[in-house]
């Protein structure tokens, strides 16, 4: 038999009574159920058809190129990262800067970088911030304040038993390449991360960074080659997922939000084709998706009545 053993009270010579032991709980049992159709989706994930030969990234690697210019800066994900880094981190209005100039060398050595490259990058990062983005519009990345940009903006919404069929469809008839998505329903979350948020003369805009490697020269950036690199690597769909995402934001903090009046469009800025001295023409490419396309996949990313009409 067990017994307990409790000590007596205090000025007590005996013991008091045992203590009661509370019952044993039963156990519980669930018996909901888990859908298994829920996920978390991203750009990456429907994109996730591209051919490996567009989909895979190069490693890092010094070109053999003597010159040491933006066309030969090392190539891969930690140059991208690197560049992305530092325009995420600096204010655009002070570059070129004592703050530029003594962040670089050490970005640069973190990301296996040569710091002897300090110097091409610091004079890149001065062209950048200073090439205008838009035809007849002085729109340029220094003239932005701290408080009229948001680096790095995660999100997620919500994917209500999204059709893929549907929105395949939608796609298909503005132009865009369907994605190969196995499920019939996609359910869960849609999340992401925009480089850039900015606001500029009542207007928003998206901007993503892509050090991508076209070419040894800024021909290379032209339009044409640029609106190429935008199809294969599926930055189409990007965008599109990315300007729901504000939509559905401004849309809850602007009062009397119009897409018209208020969203300004989706900048992808080539960051080696980048030059004041040619302007929108070479590293900027620039797009506003049709207001109706917007709000079709809107609704569609809402799941309702099923459709993406």
Not at 165 to 181: I, K, R, S
Request: glycine fraction near 10%; hydrophobic fraction near 40%.
């Amino acid at each position: 038999e067990l017994v307990d053993f409790v000590s007596p009270p205090a000025g007590s010579g005996t013991a008091g009574p045992a203590p009661v032991r509370p019952p044993v709980p039963a156990p519980l049992f669930f018996k909901g159920r888990i859908d298994g159709s829920w996920s978390v989706s991203s750009y990456s994930r429907l994109a996730a058809s591209l051919p490996a030969s567009v989909a895979a990234a190069p490693a890092l690697s010094e070109q053999p190129e003597e010159e040491m210019s933006v066309f030969t800066f090392p190539r891969g994900p930690g140059a991208g990262n690197c560049l992305h880094g530092l325009l995420e981190t600096l204010d655009f209005s002070v570059i070129p800067g004592k703050e530029t100039a003594g962040l670089i060398p050490d970005r640069l050595r973190a990301a296996g970088i040569d710091d002897r490259w300090a110097f091409v990058v610091e004079t890149w990062l001065e062209q950048i911030v200073a090439t205008r983005l838009l035809e007849g519009s002085d729109l340029r990345l220094q003239l932005l304040s701290r408080r009229d940009r948001l680096s790095e903006t995660g999100f997620y919404f919500p994917l209500r038993r999204m059709e893929a069929q549907a929105f395949n469809a939608v796609l298909t008839e503005y132009g865009v390449e369907p994605v190969d998505v196995t499920a019939g329903l996609l359910n869960g979350l849609m999340t992401g991360y925009i480089d850039l948020v900015f606001r500029a003369g009542g207007r928003y805009y998206i901007a993503d960074y892509k050090s991508n490697h076209l070419g040894p020269d800024y021909h290379a950036y032209g339009r044409e080659s640029l609106a190429e690199a935008v199809r294969a690597h599926r930055y189409d769909l990007q965008y599109l997922i990315y300007t729901v995402a504000l939509h559905r934001f401004l849309g809850r903090r602007l009062p009397a939000y119009d897409y018209a009046e208020h969203f300004g469009g989706v900048f992808y800025l080539f960051l080696r084709g980048m030059h004041p001295d040619l302007g929108p023409d070479s590293g900027v490419w620039h797009v506003r998706p049709e207001r109706r396309l917007v709000e079709r996949l809107d609704r569609c990313f809402g799941g309702e009545e099923g459709s993406c009409a």
